[in-house]
C-alpha cells in the first residue's frame, strides 16, 4: 500500500526549532516532487514549502521564508522540513504530499497524502 508517514511534530516555544520527517518508502522518489502542507482549525489547508524531484528546485509560502528548509534524501526516502523561529502562527497539523516531479501550489494537485503531525507553538 502507498503510504507517506509524518514524524517529528510536538510542541515547541515561540522560537524553538523542528524537523518534520516525510518517509516515503514505498515510493522512488526520485520521481516525486514532494510537499508540505499545514492546516489549523478553521482554515484551509495551504501549501509551506515543496521541493523537485531532482531537488533543484525549492518553494516557500512567504511568511516561512528564512525560517523553514526543504531537504530530500532520496537514498532514504525521505523528505525533512526544517522548521526554525517557530511562531505561534505555525500552529498547525503538516502534512506531505506527492506528485510527479514538479511541484504545484494546489493540494489538489498531489495524489497520495500522510496522516499529518501536529505542531504547536506555544509558552
Known amino acids: 500500500q502507498l503510504q507517506l508517514v509524518e514524524s517529528g511534530g510536538g510542541l515547541v516555544q515561540p522560537g524553538g526549532s523542528l524537523r518534520l520527517s516525510c518517509d516515503a518508502s514505498?515510493?522512488?522518489?526520485?520521481?516525486?516532487?514532494m510537499g508540505w502542507f499545514r492546516q489549523a482549525p478553521g482554515k484551509e489547508r495551504e501549501g509551506v514549502s515543496c521541493?523537485?524531484?531532482?531537488?533543484?528546485?525549492?518553494y516557500y509560502l512567504d511568511s516561512v521564508k528564512g525560517r523553514f528548509s526543504i531537504s530530500r534524501d532520496n537514498g532514504k526516502n525521505t523528505v525533512y522540513l526544517q522548521m526554525t523561529s517557530l511562531k505561534p502562527e505555525d500552529t498547525a497539523v503538516y502534512y506531505c504530499a506527492i506528485r510527479p516531479r514538479l511541484c504545484k501550489q494546489s493540494p489538489d494537485e498531489y495524489s497520495y497524502w500522510g496522516q499529518g503531525t501536529q505542531v504547536t507553538v506555544s509558552s
Open positions: 514505498r515510493f522512488t522518489l526520485g520521481y516525486y516532487a
Open positions: 521541493i523537485s524531484s531532482t531537488g533543484g528546485r525549492t
